[in-house]
């Protein structure tokens, strides 16, 4: 199966068990989008490209529809991020790879900075 969207490999997408996911989209957010910008990109269109990019992922996920995946859309992130959360099994990932909406599938995980520094010698 080829395809142009990075999958983590710590997801399973033969699994049938249902699985939190982060879905990064192509389009950048809006900041970013005109922060990198060379066009002169105005925040209106920036921010229209990020709506755009999500009427166009939940177009794609007329497919889970039809195939009878069950799956849920937990958060949109527009700002710093752009993509959504959404638990789904992880066999049904395999149908959003057609999606040309997608950059990448990341495992949904919580991470945080350790309680304790890592090398002693920088604590006050």
């Known amino acids: 199966m080829q395809t142009d969207i990075y999958i983590d490999p710590k997801i399973d997408i033969y699994s049938d068990e249902y699985i939190e996911v982060l879905i990064e989209f192509k389009i950048k957010p809006a900041k970013v989008a005109m922060a990198i910008s060379h066009l002169g990109l105005t925040m209106e269109q ?8 999500h ?23 527009k700002d710093s991020f752009n993509g959504v959360a959404m ?20 495992k949904n995980k919580e991470i945080g900075l350790p309680k304790k520094p890592v090398d002693t010698r920088y604590q006050i």
């Open 55 to 77: 009427q166009s992922f939940q177009s794609d996920l007329k497919i889970l529809d039809e195939q009878q995946n069950k799956y849920s859309v937990i958060h949109t992130y």
């Open 46 to 53: 920036a921010k229209k490209q990020v709506d755009m990019s």
């Open 87 to 106: 638990r789904l099994k992880g066999n049904a990932i395999k149908h959003l790879l057609k999606s040309t909406a997608i950059k990448a599938v990341y």
